[in-house]
């Protein structure tokens, strides 16, 4: 287990055009010890193809 670790989770819904801009939020923390868990609710946009 890595020592001060942040799960974000990330709940998405049809959320094709927001998840790019939601991970490159992510990716321009200054925190660098995180991991994020995208969990797909059963869009039927093209999220899959994006995350």
Known sequence: M???LVS???PVYNGMP???YSIRSLLLQTYT???CIIINDGS???????S
């Open 2 to 4: 890595i020592k001060d």
């Open 8 to 10: 974000v989770v990330m």
């Open 18 to 20: 927001y998840i790019r």
């Open 33 to 35: 010890k995180w991991e």
């Open 44 to 50: 039927c946009d093209d999220t899959k193809k994006i």
